[in-house]
């Protein structure tokens, strides 16, 4: 294909198709990939490692059957690769090598993807957007006055900006969705335990999800297929989507947030369109309260946050032989953070985990209920580049909500979805709607998501500092 812009017509799938048929060659893809990086990434600063010499080298092992054979991919930089820093958007881990691969990370390169390299993070996920003092600041390809969110921001904007189809993150209050939501394409957590560890012990953390941020439903689904556990997992192996059904669903939307904030105005108008756009396909649609207490949850989600925190700085403190703010190895922000932890009550981690057997049975009820739960990532029209400052005075009121919503899944263990389905905002940033379904129902996500972009399709549309809107000849190595 002499115009490298071709293959932006194609997501995962089809680039392995094309590979397959000889109508594009694996190394040919991959030196698209790194044009476009290369052209793009100055401005946007998505990848902060790059790995495309590795990438190369494992493009020959790769089986030709794979479903993703020699897509090039980017993955988070939360998450160990044999012989790749992590880390984790801070100075404290700057020398951290791994020296091994996490399951994830296994399970995805034997779907065939090539790891091209690590994409940006808030220092250790800490914040709704994308920005630390190692790295710096993401810009969301669709406006560059705002940000892709957090905490796999650099995984979202590689994607909207045409990097790759397909990229890793991880969602621990809403880190994948909440990214996708402002860079209009898909993202996904799936139900906890379901699918291989992310983490080199085995564990399945409520704050941390792995799966992926994609232009489209399928390359979601084909990778959540070939990353479940198909023996011991929390539960059994998903049936596997490939399109949409004709299944009808009791969604219940809640207008306002856990926090009983309404909307702004744009992302009020994106909600009432996928109500309007739902209940033309035929699913009932009841609108309810939201069906969590925020105050309530909030104080959970900390506990049991802050709880797995406690002792950290005096470690640090210990080993550095200074006050943590003298050491400069943490931001501000971050040693905010994780002081709350010195307030905690002696028995803050036994009323967390009160509140969660509590919110799984509530959940179970309320998906006995309804079908699906449909809302807003958070109730914001979008992120400023320069909302949070990772040097700033650490603000918990303001990042819960913008985490607003998107945290219920992960104490739940519900599967959770952003649909990019609103594209006129005036700011030009996405606007996406979210569904989560009872723990374990990932397929009927799947499900619903397959026939909403049938019903709307995403993937052509194109962020103005993306590889779309590159010269031709820009994007050929």
């Known amino acids: 294909m002499a ?7 194609f997501d995962g799938l089809g680039l392995s198709a094309l590979i397959g048929a000889g109508e594009v060659t694996a190394d040919e893809v991959l030196d698209a990939t790194i044009a476009r990086v290369e052209a793009l990434d100055g401005t946007i600063n998505a990848v902060i490692d790059r790995a495309f010499d590795r990438a190369r080298g494992l493009i020959p092992a790769v089986r030709g059957d794979a479903p993703f054979a020699g897509i090039p991919t980017f993955v988070k930089d939360l998450i160990d690769v044999e012989g790749l820093r992590r880390s984790e958007g801070s100075r404290l ?4 090598i791994s020296e091994s691969s996490a399951d994830y990370i296994v399970q995805m390169e034997r779907a065939g993807l090539v790891i091209a390299g690590k994409t940006n993070t808030p220092e250790f996920a800490s914040l709704p957007v994308t920005d630390n003092e190692v790295f710096g600041k993401t810009l969301n390809p669709w406006n560059l006055e705002y940000s892709p969110g957090g905490s796999s921001g650099g995984s979202a904007a590689s994607v909207a900006a045409g990097y790759t189809p397909i990229a890793h993150g991880t969602d621990g209050g809403g880190s994948n969705r909440i990214p996708a939501s402002a860079c209009g ?4 957590k799936g139900s906890r335990g379901r699918q291989a560890s992310g983490e080199l012990d085995g564990s399945h953390p409520v704050f941390k999800t792995h799966h992926a941020i994609s232009r489209t439903v399928r390359d979601s689904a084909a990778l959540f297929a070939m990353t479940q556990i198909q023996e011991g997992g929390a539960y059994p192996p998903a049936d596997v989507v490939v399109g949409p059904s004709n299944r009808r669903f009791r969604i219940a939307v809640s207008k306002t947030d856990i926090l009983g904030r309404d909307p702004q105005p744009a992302a009020a108008t994106a909600l009432e369109e996928s109500i309007t756009l739902l209940l033309e396909m035929g699913h009932e649609v009841v609108e309810i309260a939201a069906p969590v ?21 005096a470690m640090i403190e210990a080993q550095a032989g200074a006050p943590i703010e003298q050491t400069g190895l943490l931001t501000l922000n971050t040693i905010g953070l994780m002081r709350q932890s010195d307030d905690l009550a002696s028995d803050a981690l036994e009323t967390a985990e009160a509140y969660l057997q509590t919110l799984s049975v509530d959940t179970v009820d309320f998906f006995h209920q309804f079908d699906v739960w449909l809302s807003l990532t958070h109730p914001h029209d979008a992120i400023a580049a320069d909302e949070f400052d990772p040097n700033g005075a650490f603000d918990r009121h303001k990042s819960e909500q913008f985490l607003s919503n998107a945290a219920i899944a992960h104490m739940s263990g519900s599967p959770s979805m952003s649909v990019p389905l609103y594209f006129d905002s005036p700011t030009g940033v996405p606007i996406g709607s979210m569904f989560t379904a009872a723990p374990g129902a990932d397929a009927r996500l799947y499900d619903l998501a397959f026939t909403l972009e049938e019903a709307r399709p995403w993937a052509n549309q194109w962020a103005p500092y993306s590889a779309m809107h590159l010269d031709p000849a820009s994007q050929i190595g």
């Not at 881990?93 to 951290?96: C, S």
């Not at 394409?185 to 996904?188: C, E, N, T």
């Not at 207490?293 to 700085?313: H, K, P, W």
């Open 185 to 188: 394409v898909f993202g996904r």
């Open 3 to 9: 115009d490298q812009r071709e293959l932006l017509g």
């Open 93 to 96: 881990q700057m020398g951290n």
């Open 293 to 313: 207490d925020g105050e309530q949850f909030y104080a959970a989600y900390r506990n049991l946050f802050l709880s797995r925190t406690v002792g950290l700085i």
